[in-house]
């Protein structure tokens, strides 16, 4: 249950589109916990809207496999199993491997740059201790590489699995011992094996970095459920 006000009233602009947005981030950011019943009249009221958008905004939400449709309940958020966390890094693996096919002689000085920038910003904000945006950036960090790709169909079915990855890495700093500083050297060996050309290093780096986080998401979904 929604115990304390959470959201806030949106514009009449796009109205699904920010309900959408306000739902999404209160489940990656932990602010609603895996099962709890998400309320559509509370919500409604808090946000200052009809039912209908939130209706809406939580069918869309349940397509991006955040939350679930319960018989007789409305929608509760998703809690993940070990091997959703598996399935999940494994297509992860494959999209963003597939980005780098398309991507390892396209990227050019301005690209790194850019990316290098990003990295910046993310060790900033772990110093900082704002782990909300290091998360934030952490994944405009992977969009850059898989939009670059200029395969729309790629962008758009890696957009609807990273918002499952989001959450799982919300879950994962508030249930085991994990060291932020940890993706920043990940990013900055991603981008040194691109600079070099070398598609093998880039897959490589793929593979082991995401395999290595989704044992770590594997672990905080077994404490979560305990």
Not at 74 to 84: E, H, N, P, Q, W
Not at 119 to 132: K, L, S
């Amino acid at each position: 249950m929604v115990a304390s006000k959470q959201f806030f009233p949106v514009s009449a602009l796009s109205l699904r589109d920010q309900v959408v947005a306000q739902i999404r981030d209160a489940i990656i950011e932990g602010r609603l916990r895996p099962r709890d019943r998400i309320p559509e009249i509370t919500i409604a009221e808090q946000l200052g809207v009809s039912r209908t958008p939130v209706r809406e905004a939580l069918v869309i939400l349940e397509h991006e496999g955040l939350v679930v449709a319960t018989v007789n309940r409305g929608f509760c958020v998703r809690a993940f199993s070990a091997l959703d966390v598996e399935h999940i890094f494994a297509m992860r693996i494959l999209f963003e491997n597939y980005a780098a096919e398309l991507n390892i002689e396209r990227l050019n000085h301005q690209d790194f740059v850019a990316l290098e920038d990003l990295i910046e910003q993310q060790r900033i904000a772990t110093i900082q201790g704002n782990f909300a945006q290091v998360r934030r950036i952490d994944m405009s960090f992977h969009r850059y590489l898989v939009a670059h790709s200029l395969q729309p169909l790629l962008l758009r079915n890696w957009t609807e699995l990273v918002a499952q990855i989001a959450a799982l890495l919300s879950l994962r700093a508030k249930s085991v011992a994990y060291n932020e500083l940890l993706a920043i050297a990940d990013h900055t060996r991603i981008i040194e094996a691109y600079k070099r050309r070398s598609l093998a290093e880039v897959l490589l780096e793929n593979r082991e970095i995401n395999r290595r986080v989704c044992s770590e998401c594997v672990a905080a979904t077994r404490i979560e459920r305990q």
